[in-house]
């Protein structure tokens, strides 16, 4: 439910990691208290994000939450497929359902995430 | 005053009697309605109110009857040429017959879709029905009147856009940038007018806002004025009478970005103003920005169609402040009547009915044109108009329309404030020729008198 | 190919799918004036695609569709907020009478005397029900009338100079067109919670309200069905700091006679005439809400105002008006049905009309208390927000039980509304519905808390007896769909 290979935000996003590139998405938890995941707003690329600063907003039927992004830096992908088919993030959260790429500006914000074993007593 | 269950009368349209009251009071658990009310101030409580007794249904119709016997209508002989922005239709019976459908008439907003099938289903057709008639890609399923849709669209276009100047044209109606100016005026938007015939306009306006027919019933050049506005960045909004689009070009055949119109010509009654609908259209791109309801098509868990409401997350109930809009009705019986009305035209009665406007206004412009001291003014962008027009008068409008109204007629409205002796004429299909002839000879008579 | 034989199979084909060349539903008359010239072809447009049917199909399809409805004609709907009560049927005839009809918004006054007169007499008596005597019929909606009244509140500020007030407090179980009127408006919200009790938090309103409240917003009674017992505490809170109180006034239905919105201190208030005053809501509109102000706020209300002058009935713009809020004068025909109404029953009928509201709320609370938790364990006004907590754990929601009571006939109550109270059901009977209809309501509410555990799978997949089951409202939002197109 948790990869032990994941950073969590206590705004429920998670961030992997690739080389200075930061994935981001919605936890397990934010997707399944959603309910079905309608529309993702999602910035343009080459915007620039601050940490735990709104990045774009998701939507579920009769439900809208903000999203934040866990690390700060310049986007430098969003992923169509999540706009295309919203769906994704209910399906593969941590997969195909990721939503942005950001390249980190300070690697030293990751300290500021919790680990999965941090992150999932605070779900209770 | 004492009051307690006791006190409360019987009436038609109250069904509990006195005992079971009591019986309802005792399984609550206490003496009177007083028990109940412990929460308001004991000071305030049962104050003295002058309102009138009931009265019977009987005697409601006769104190009605009388009310409406005050006013001056086609019922009680009176001919018109008003419009500006309310114009008088006939209504087809079957717009009358399925008003009468208390399944439609005393049904609660859609939220339970199982339960109003039919109410979302009339709302598809509502939609499909303004897309055709604008030519555009999508609509929502109403909002209060044309004034609010308009101002609702050029508030959406400063979301689109981010920007916050509109520009909205000189010749539409006042009433639109007036209302726009209500909705707006809180919000850091700056309204300015744009000249019917400018070739620039400011690099930061979020929208044009234009009205065609125009104010004077004239024909916009929509196409150069949208061309205008997208190669500045701005959105085009047009303000359609949707009578007109039986016959002149659609819109959406412009590349414009928001249609609105005021839906009353399409079979509502003029009702001194209202209700009434608005229609809202626009291109697919920015239907998230989009105000109002939205009714979509899906299936049941048994793969049966069915209608929903849909993309509500726009909507006050659930973004509260941060909504497209406070709106929280779609004005769906009056979108029922619009639909019922285009449903019974149909495609050739859509046609039919611009033609006959637009025949009858003309005779009636250049009868008007031939007499001395009046003439057919143009005030838009090229001189041609659907079926309103404007007549500079040899005297005051109020002095003319007080002479016409001895006759029993209501002249055309008195635009002095926009134009020296200047009267707005509007004529439809429910003028005849005879009617038109009775009004010119008047204005004739009048005229010579002067 | 077989076709079935079932006579409740219906068809939903649309218009444009029942569309065969060369029908009709309908004629114009020919033209009886000299041949015009039709302008240059470049303006003119090719046909409209609208649907090509007969006057019988218009009349079927119709008819059929509204077979598909749950309506206060044919159902019991105690959806609370909503006062889903009795539309008289005389109001409607007298809305389409002609002289009511048929005149046009712009006509001169003294061609419409009576139709002023009739706007001026309901002014006056929605003055003396709220005790806020200066009154405009204009606003569209309820929603258009609390936005009247912040234009209002924030004009009165501006005009005494004290322009910093940009703060609107609304209590967190307000209805969401609250928070979305007052930001059209330009205010920022700030929310004041609820005590254990359902009421404001006094003391929280206290700390919240300073010298930059335009206005604080309260539903009364309050979204749980409760009358603030703190009122006019709350009022002088706002009052000290110079702030304005407006009321929502969607419960009114719970007031009638029985106490006065100005006598608590309350400055502006909106009524919503499809809820109070009996005019159909249509299945989402046309709405009506005035909006009533105290004799200082008069002059600041939006324009026409009906007013009485030694020449006869006159359609006025206030001397500070707020402005135009939409086209002309408001919902003429709905000010009929609202003033039919309030004539028909006359003073005492309208204060038996909140008493049976309200004793009717109580009875169905008192009925269900043991099987269903209370928002709130104190006496109701006129609806009382249950929560299906209790139902919850043991796996039925709210929102099952709601689409259960479809089954039996009954619409759902207001779900998940406030949104402070889990699991909420709000029911609202109205003083239009008989005790039997009530202890029907009771009886099914009771017999479904059984089928939580008897049979859940019955309440889970209900309704199962309507036009159609549960729809995917997620693909509906995903890839919508929301024309008719050729295909």
Redesign the interface.
């Known amino acids: 439910m948790y990869p032990d290979d994941l950073k969590y935000s206590k705004e429920h996003e998670w961030v992997r990691m690739n080389g200075n590139i930061a994935e981001i998405g919605v936890t397990v938890f934010a997707q399944e208290s959603l309910g079905d995941v ?2 993702v ?1 999602l910035p343009d690329v080459g915007t620039d994000v601050a940490q735990f600063a709104k990045f774009g907003e998701i ?6 939450s903000d999203l934040f992004s866990p690390v700060g830096g310049k986007i430098v992908e969003v992923n169509a497929a999540a706009i295309d088919s919203p769906e994704v993030v209910n399906e593969e959260p941590y997969g195909t359902g990721w939503l942005i790429k950001v390249e980190l500006a300070d690697a030293s914000q990751l300290d500021d995430l919790m680990d999965s074993a941090t992150y999932q007593p605070t779900l209770e | 005053m004492a ?1 307690s ?1 006791n ?3 019987n ?1 038609p ?4 009697t006195d005992s ?2 009591a ?3 005792e ?4 003496d009177s ?1 007083d ?7 004991i000071e ?4 003295k ?7 019977s ?1 009987q005697e ?2 006769t ?14 002989g ?1 001919i ?1 040429f ?1 419009g ?3 114009y ?1 239709h006939y209504i ?1 019976s ?1 717009v009358r ?2 008003l009468q ?19 979302l ?2 709302g ?2 509502f ?3 303004i ?3 604008t030519g555009m890609e ?2 929502n ?2 909002m ?5 849709a308009f101002a609702e669209a050029c508030l959406m276009a400063a979301r689109v856009t981010k920007r916050t100047k509109i520009g909205v044209l000189s010749t539409a109606d006042r ?1 639109l940038p ?2 726009l ?3 707006s ?4 938007i700056e309204i300015v007018e744009i000249s019917t015939d400018a070739t620039e306009i400011p690099d930061d306006l979020a929208c044009i806002g234009i009205q065609s027919p125009n104010f004077f019933g004239e ?1 916009e050049d929509i196409e150069r004025l949208t061309n205008l506005a997208h190669e500045n960045g701005a959105l085009s909004v047009v303000h359609v009478n949707p009578t007109a ?6 819109p959406g ?1 412009f590349d414009v970005d928001i249609v609105t119109a ?1 839906g009353q010509p399409l079979g509502v ?9 608005g229609l809202f259209a626009c291109k697919k791109a920015h ?2 920005q989009m105000p109002g ?10 793969g ?5 409401l ?4 726009r ?9 497209t ?10 979108g ?1 009547m619009v639909t ?1 009305y ?12 611009a ?2 406007c ?3 206004a ?2 009636a412009a ?1 009868e008007i044109n031939g007499l001395a001291g009046f003439s057919v003014e143009s005030l838009g962008s090229g001189g ?1 108009f659907f079926h309103e027009f404007v007549v500079t008068c040899p005297e005051s409008v109020s002095k003319i ?1 007080a002479a016409l ?1 001895d006759k029993k007629i ?1 002249g055309g ?1 008195d635009i002095s404030d926009r134009l020296d002796n200047g009267m707005l004429v509007c004529v439809t ?1 429910t003028s ?2 005879a009617d ?1 002839d009775k009004f010119v000879q008047a204005l004739s008579q009048i005229g010579a008198s002067a | 190919m077989t076709i079935s034989a079932h006579a409740g199979d219906i068809d ?1 084909r ?3 799918d029942r ?1 065969v060349t060369g ?7 020919d ?10 072809s470049s ?3 090719d ?7 007969s ?1 019988l199909e ?2 079927r ?3 059929v ?11 019991f ?1 105690p ?1 609370g907020s ?1 006062t ?5 049927k ?1 109001n ?17 006054d ?6 002023i ?2 706007l001026k007499n309901l002014q006056d ?1 929605l003055g ?2 709220t ?1 806020l005597p200066g009154v405009s019929l204009a606003p ?5 009338g ?2 009247a009244g912040l ?1 209002i509140a ?1 004009a009165y500020h501006n005009a005494r100079n004290d322009s910093v007030r940009t703060v609107a407090i609304i209590p967190d179980s307000a ?3 609250n ?9 920022d ?1 700030v929310t004041v919670r609820s005590d254990d009790q359902g009421n404001v938090d006094v003391v929280n309103l206290r700390e919240l309200a300073n010298e930059n409240t335009a206005v604080f917003m309260l539903t009364i009674p309050s979204t749980l069905g ?4 703190n ?2 505490e709350l009022t002088k809170i706002i009052h000290d700091v110079g702030g304005l109180v407006y009321a929502d006034g969607a419960n009114l239905n719970a007031l009638l ?4 919105l100005g ?2 201190g309350v400055d502006i208030c909106h009524s919503n005439l499809h809820k109070t005053f ?1 005019t ?9 809400g005035p909006v009533m102000v105290t004799d200082e706020l008069a002059k600041f209300l ?1 324009k026409p105002v009906a007013e009485k002058t030694d020449d006869g009935y006159v359609l006025a713009t206030p001397e500070m008006s ?13 000010a ?1 049905r609202a003033y ?1 109404y ?12 909140s ?2 509201a ?3 709320a ?2 169905i ?3 269900l208390r043991d099987k269903y938790d209370l928002a709130a364990d104190r ?1 109701c ?1 006129h609806e009382t927000v249950l929560s299906a907590a209790r139902q919850k754990k043991r796996g039925v929601a709210g929102l099952d039980i ?2 259960r009571l ?1 089954d039996f006939g009954i ?2 109550p207001t779900m998940y ?1 406030p949104m402070i109270v889990d699991e909420a059901l709000m029911v609202e009977p109205t ?5 039997e209809t009530l202890d029907h309501f009771i009886a099914v509410m009771r017999q479904i808390d059984d089928e939580v555990d008897s049979a859940p799978e019955l309440v889970h ?1 209900a ?1 199962h007896d ?8 997620a ?3 995903r890839k ?5 197109t050729a295909d």
């Open positions: 309608v529309f707003d939507e579920s039927v009769k439900a809208v | 009051s269950a006190t409360s009368v009436h349209y109250i069904p509990s079971e009251r019986e309802m009071l399984v609550i658990g206490v309605l028990g109940l009310l412990g929460d308001i101030p305030h409580r049962h104050p109110l002058d309102i009138d007794a009931g009265l249904e409601l119709s104190v009605f009857g009388s009310i409406a016997a005050e006013n001056a209508s086609s019922s009680s009176y018109s008003l500006a922005g309310s008088s087809p079957t017959s399925i459908r208390g399944e439609f008439v005393t049904a609660y907003t859609p939220y339970q879709p199982e339960a109003a099938q039919g109410t289903q009339v598809f057709e939609q499909t029905i897309c055709q008639l999508v609509a399923a109403g209060y009147d044309g004034p609010t009433r007036d209302t100016l209500a909705y005026k809180y919000q850091g024909i689009l039986g016959m002149f070009k659609a055949e005021e009654p003029m009702a001194f103003g209202g209700p009434y609908v239907i998230r309801r939205i009714i979509g098509r899906t299936t049941d868990t048994k049966r169609a069915g209608y929903v849909t993309l509500q997350t909507e006050q109930h659930i973004r509260r402040e941060r909504a809009s406070n709106i929280c009705t779609s004005t769906q019986l009056i029922l019922v285009t449903a019974t035209l149909g495609k050739q009665g859509i046609k039919d009915l033609s006959l637009y025949q009858k003309h005779y250049s041609t329309n109204l209501i409205l299909e005849s020729k038109i | 939903r649309l218009l444009m569309s029908r009709k539903a309908f004629t114009l008359p033209s009886d004036v000299p041949e015009q010239n039709l302008p240059d303006f003119l447009r046909d409209v695609e609208l649907p090509e049917v006057q218009v009349i399809y119709f008819s569709l509204s077979q598909l409805n749950f309506s206060i004609d044919t159902n709907y959806l909503c889903m009560k009795y539309n008289p005389i409607d005839e007298l809305s389409n009478l002609p002289g009511l009809a048929d005149i046009h918004p712009l006509q001169p003294e061609t419409v005397q009576g139709a007169r009739l008596d003396e029900i005790g569209l909606a309820g929603a258009q609390e936005y234009l924030r209805h969401g067109t928070p979305a009127s007052a930001a059209m408006a330009g205010l919200v409760l009358f603030e017992p009122i006019l006679g029985l106490v006065k006598d608590l009996s159909p809501h249509g299945g989402g509109g046309p709405g009506s939006p707020v402005g135009s809020i939409n086209g002309f004068h408001g919902s003429f025909s709905i009929v039919a309030i004539k028909a029953l006359g003073l005492e009928g309208l204060q038996s009309v008493e049976n309200i004793i009717s109580n009875y609370q008192a009925k006496y006004m709601a689409k479809l619409h759902a509304f003083e239009s519905e008989s005790k997949e309704p309507l036009p159609v089951t549960r729809l995917d409202e693909t509906a939002a919508p769909v929301l024309r008719w």
